[in-house]
Nanobody, 121 residues
Framework: QVQVVESGGGLVQAGGSLRLSCAASGSDGSHNAMGWYRQFPGKKRELVARISSGGTTDYADSAQGRFTISREANKNTMYLQMNGLKPDDTAVYYC???????????????WGQGTQVTVSS
């Protein structure tokens, strides 16, 4: 059974940085797409950034230029470096390991429990 665990969330002041980590176990997901999503209270989960098995990346407009997604080669480990954080970035951040190599595989992936990111003004 695949297990996905996020870490690195916390409280930070506006303008600060955080680095989220995601580790997946129970499956050789090194050839699978991975992604970061976030959820605001009362809202649907939304994409932050995603990375294909080949390393191609894609960002939401809100993350472009401030966040960087990366993964360790041949490992089920992924990161999200978040710089220039704003209070509007306050949310629960989720990691997903896709069921295959491509972005659409994230829709059928395995999700972590989420990590809270809180940005104070």
């Amino acid at each position: 059974q695949v297990q996905v665990v996020e870490s690195g969330g916390g409280l930070v002041q506006a303008g600060g940085s955080l680095r989220l980590s995601c580790a997946a176990s129970g499956s050789d997901g090194s050839h699978n797409a991975m992604g970061w999503y976030r959820q605001f209270p009362g809202k649907k989960r939304e994409l932050v950034a995603r990375i294909s098995s080949g390393g191609t990346t894609d960002y939401a407009d809100s993350a472009q230029g401030r966040f960087t997604i990366s993964r360790e080669a041949n490992k089920n480990t992924m990161y999200l470096q978040m710089n220039g954080l704003k209070p509007d970035d306050t949310a629960v951040y989720y990691c997903v390991l896709g069921s295959g190599a491509y972005y659409y595989n994230l829709d059928f992936g395995s999700w972590g429990q989420g990590t809270q990111v809180t940005v104070s003004s």
